[in-house]
């Protein structure tokens, strides 16, 4: 059975290489996670250009596998397998990051893996915590996603209990920092700025938690407008925009909904670990107040720490090695990017 796996990731504006160990065990090691990002060509448009990230990764691909190697102290030869972000994602992104794999894999004549990027990022959690129990809860939140996971097999059973029907939490986050004058992307800086305001100084809405609503989908453009139309007056006013007040007060909503949502699923499917991944898993009053919610409702809570919840390398190699592990079938050599890959297919 391939040992040493490398996995390959570009579906957005992160090139990332990581190498794993699977041990016979099942467990799977971090030997290295290198990481080269575009965002700050993309900061002055505040959001992600797909043509720039895809010449960014062309750049950056064979460097970072170079740099990967180094810090692991392995030689290309080392590798037995290698994994890559198939999609969801940006189109050309994610060819460049498939077409390296395949160059890769037919030159060293090792198997490839053509792996879900969702599933990456829940799979990143058993390098620092070890196997995930079956089922788990999953709570994915970054710049492109939301969504609330069923998680039966990391390998092959994933099914989705909910989404956002418009913005995603991350995208939440970089437009509202955009009303605010806080630089892109906007999680870090709000979540900086909300620690000196007053998260009930102003009551901004709670997306989808009305009686008819889907229990578990998400909305977060009401609450963006909600901002705007807030700062909006208070300009109109003449007032200066109290920036730590409404940072931390939507930051409040995001997390409240988040936690609430991913609480009562955990309870109602009778499942009793939740894992929180994605780049705003790294925000402090959401690991704060799940951490609360959690404790309260008797589940165990894992967030990975924040290197691993952005994109990254190692949640590729991660997934990578758990499919090798469950003995599912290796990808074609002509397999395409999957700019719409579905969650539930969690290697194509
Ligand atoms: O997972 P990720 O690196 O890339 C995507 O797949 O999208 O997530 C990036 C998103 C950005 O929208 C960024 O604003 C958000 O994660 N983010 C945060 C924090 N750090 C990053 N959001 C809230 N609080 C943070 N501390
Ligand atoms: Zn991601």
């Known amino acids: 059975m391939p040992r040493i796996v490398m996995g390959i990731e570009s579906s957005c504006d992160e090139t990332g290489v990581g190498l794993v160990r ?11 996670d290198a990481v080269a990002s575009s965002v700050d060509q993309h900061a002055r448009f505040g ?14 691909m064979v460097p970072t596998v170079h740099r990967a190697f180094a810090d692991a102290g392995l030689k290309l030869s080392d590798v037995d397998a290698i994994a890559v972000t198939a999609g969801p994602g940006l189109a050309g992104a994610l060819l460049v990051g498939v077409s390296a794999a395949k160059a890769y894999s037919a030159a060293l004549e090792v198997p490839l893996y053509g792996v879900n990027h969702l ?6 959690d058993t390098l620092q915590h070890g196997p995930l129990p079956a089922p788990c809860l999953a709570l994915l939140v970054s710049g492109g996603h939301t969504q609330l996971l069923r998680v039966d097999d990391i390998a092959s059973s994933i099914t989705e209990l909910g989404s956002t029907v418009d913005d995603a939490a991350g995208e939440a986050y970089d437009k509202v920092a955009r009303l605010i004058d806080l630089p892109y992307p906007g999680g870090p ?35 963006k407008t909600a901002v705007a139309r807030w700062v909006e007056a208070a300009e109109r006013r003449g007032e200066p925009i109290p920036v730590s007040d409404v940072a931390a007060s939507f930051q409040e909503a995001v997390a409240d909904v988040l936690t609430a949502k991913a609480v ?62 469950a003995d599912r079938p290796q990808s074609s050599l002509d397999i395409s990017a999957n700019p719409a890959l579905p969650v539930g297919t969690v290697s194509v």
């Open 264 to 325: 009562r699923a955990a309870k109602e499917s009778g499942i009793g670990t939740l894992v929180i991944s994605g780049g705003v898993a790294a925000n402090s009053r959401l690991s704060a107040l799940a951490k609360q919610r959690c404790a309260d409702a008797g589940i165990e809570l894992r967030v990975p720490r924040p290197r691993l919840c952005t994109d990254n390398g190692a949640m590729i190699a991660a997934l990578g090695a758990h499919v090798v592990a």
């Open 47 to 60: 959001g992600v250009v797909p043509e720039v990230a895809s010449r960014a990764h062309l750049e950056a």
């Open 119 to 124: 599933a990456g990022h829940i799979a990143v």
């Open 22 to 32: 699977l041990h016979d065990d099942g467990t799977v090691e971090l030997l290295a």
């Open 189 to 223: 800086p709000i979540d900086k700025a909300a620690a000196d305001g007053d998260p009930a100084a102003i009551a901004f809405p709670r997306g989808m938690t009305g009686p008819r609503d889907a229990k578990f989908d998400f909305s977060f453009s009401g609450l």
